[in-house]
């Protein structure tokens, strides 16, 4: 087969329909890797599929490579990179789940480190200001406390734009999962956010080659990448029916932790996180502490404070007593208040610095002598 470079061969393998990361990770290891899938003859492949039980007719290898060369002009030309699952940089909790794409196309940074936490926030594109600001909120107490999660959306109104948006004020890496190839941006009004995404150090994703019409159920479908590869899923806003309660439901079946905002039982485009909280499939939380939890970072104990004593210079305030003691030999503090006329506290300090400091010293009787 004509095949130009690997890019071309994970383009094709895209474009090959019932293949996906679970399914095909044992098929493309035991052909030797992604392109000699592609360099396989029919017989040998035929064989493979018998011998791990695959039961469905063999690609057509050569159609899907001629469409992945007309593909390749395409990431060419907008900077669209391509990651199989074989790959480093594929994210390694969406490598886990069954139904993950085998091959991503990506803009920008997809590489995440492995202490990394990934959070998923999703929901209603009518968003309310209100829970807009629970978003900023959340996120802005979450990097108070140190912690610095990548933030994961869809790129669409309301709050996915708001998560985004506010990533990139605190400073935290965001990706955006799209459902279209990553030649244009949907919605149109988003092109300069999706530009501060990928210029801050975050990514744009898609399981989508250019080639491919755009379809509305596309959208639906990238939900399970946008729950896949996160530990978590908070949904802040959300009708009972709508794709943020989907992607709840889909990171619970990854055994993913899914949270949700509380709302008002009047509020409609509250009604399905309070049905996720009443059916436990999510945790209520209502700041960056309850999800910094969820989330498995550590908590951090407040450290105890050591009180700083009043000390003062005793050339100042303490030589009147240093200089009575001298005269007196020993004299009861309440002597000593009457000569030196400093009022009681500050005089209990004076004495307690004086006697750290080993000038003077506490004798039975709450009396005092120079030492």
Same mark, same amino acid.
């Given at each position: 087969?004509?095949?130009?470079?690997?890019t071309?061969?994970?383009?094709?393998?895209?474009?090959l329909?019932?293949?996906?990361?679970?399914?095909s990770?044992p098929?493309?290891?035991?052909c030797?890797?992604i392109?000699?899938?592609?360099?396989?003859? $029919?017989? #040998?492949?035929?064989?493979i &599929?018998q011998?791990l039980e695959?039961? /469905?007719?063999?690609p !057509?290898?050569?159609k %899907?490579?001629?469409?992945?060369k007309?593909?390749?002009?395409k990431?060419?030309?907008?900077g669209?990179?391509?990651?199989d699952?074989?790959?480093e940089?594929y994210?390694?909790?969406l490598?886990e789940c $069954?139904? #993950?794409?085998?091959?991503? &196309?990506?803009i920008?940074?997809?590489? /995440?480190e492995?202490? !990394?936490?990934?959070? %998923?926030i999703v929901?209603?594109?009518?968003?309310?200001s209100?829970?807009?600001?629970?978003?900023?909120?959340?996120i802005d107490?979450?990097?108070?406390k140190?912690?610095?999660?990548?933030i994961v959306?869809?790129? #669409?109104?309301?709050?996915d734009?708001?998560?985004?948006?506010?990533?990139l004020?605190?400073?935290?890496?965001t990706i %955006?999962?799209?459902?279209?190839?990553?030649?244009?941006i949907?919605p149109?009004?988003?092109?300069?956010?999706a530009?501060?995404?990928?210029?801050?150090?975050?990514?744009l994703?898609?399981?989508y080659?250019?080639?491919v019409?755009?379809?509305?159920?596309?959208?639906?479908?990238?939900?399970?990448i946008?729950?896949?590869?996160?530990q978590a899923?908070?949904v802040?806003?959300?009708?009972?029916?709508?794709?943020?309660?989907?992607?709840?439901r889909?990171a619970?079946?990854?055994?993913?932790?899914v949270?949700?905002?509380?709302?008002r039982?009047?509020d409609?485009?509250?009604?399905?996180c309070n049905?996720?909280?009443?059916?436990?499939?999510?945790a209520l939380v209502e700041?960056?502490?309850d999800?910094?939890?969820l989330?498995?970072?550590?908590e951090?104990?407040p450290?105890?404070?050591q009180?700083?004593?009043?000390?003062?210079e005793?050339?100042?305030?303490?030589?009147?007593i240093?200089?009575?003691?001298?005269?007196?030999g020993?004299?009861?503090?309440d002597?000593?208040?009457?000569?030196?006329?400093?009022d009681?506290?500050?005089?209990?300090?004076?004495?307690l610095q004086?006697?750290?400091?080993?000038?003077i010293r506490a004798l039975?009787?709450?009396?005092?002598s120079l030492k």
């Amino acid at each position: 087969m004509n095949i130009e470079n690997n890019t071309q061969c994970q383009i094709a393998l895209s474009l090959l329909p019932r293949l996906n990361a679970i399914f095909s990770l044992p098929l493309m290891d035991r052909c030797g890797g992604i392109r000699a899938f592609f360099e396989e003859s $029919e017989q #040998a492949l035929a064989a493979i &599929y018998q011998e791990l039980e695959i039961h /469905t007719p063999l690609p !057509d290898r050569a159609k %899907a490579l001629e469409e992945a060369k007309r593909e390749l002009g395409k990431t060419d030309l907008y900077g669209i990179r391509t990651c199989d699952a074989t790959e480093e940089g594929y994210p390694p909790l969406l490598r886990e789940c $069954e139904d #993950a794409p085998l091959v991503l &196309y990506y803009i920008g940074n997809l590489q /995440t480190e492995q202490t !990394d936490k990934l959070l %998923a926030i999703v929901g209603t594109r009518r968003a309310s200001s209100r829970c807009q600001e629970r978003v900023d909120r959340v996120i802005d107490e979450l990097c108070q406390k140190g912690h610095h999660p990548v933030i994961v959306s869809g790129l #669409a109104y309301g709050i996915d734009a708001a998560a985004h948006r506010s990533s990139l004020k605190h400073g935290l890496r965001t990706i %955006a999962v799209v459902g279209h190839g990553l030649h244009l941006i949907y919605p149109a009004a988003h092109k300069q956010l999706a530009s501060d995404i990928v210029q801050s150090g975050g990514a744009l994703i898609s399981e989508y080659p250019c080639t491919v019409a755009i379809h509305p159920s596309n959208f639906l479908k990238r939900n399970r990448i946008v729950a896949g590869m996160c530990q978590a899923t908070l949904v802040a806003e959300s009708a009972i029916k709508g794709g943020a309660m989907s992607t709840a439901r889909t990171a619970l079946s990854y055994n993913r932790e899914v949270m949700a905002f509380p709302g008002r039982p009047e509020d409609a485009y509250s009604a399905g996180c309070n049905q996720l909280i009443k059916e436990n499939v999510a945790a209520l939380v209502e700041n960056g502490l309850d999800v910094s939890r969820l989330l498995g970072y550590p908590e951090q104990k407040p450290q105890p404070q050591q009180g700083e004593l009043p000390f003062f210079e005793p050339e100042g305030q303490a030589s009147p007593i240093l200089s009575e003691l001298q005269k007196q030999g020993e004299m009861h503090i309440d002597e000593l208040a009457r000569a030196t006329s400093i009022d009681p506290a500050s005089l209990t300090a004076l004495l307690l610095q004086l006697e750290l400091e080993g000038k003077i010293r506490a004798l039975p009787g709450q009396k005092y002598s120079l030492k």
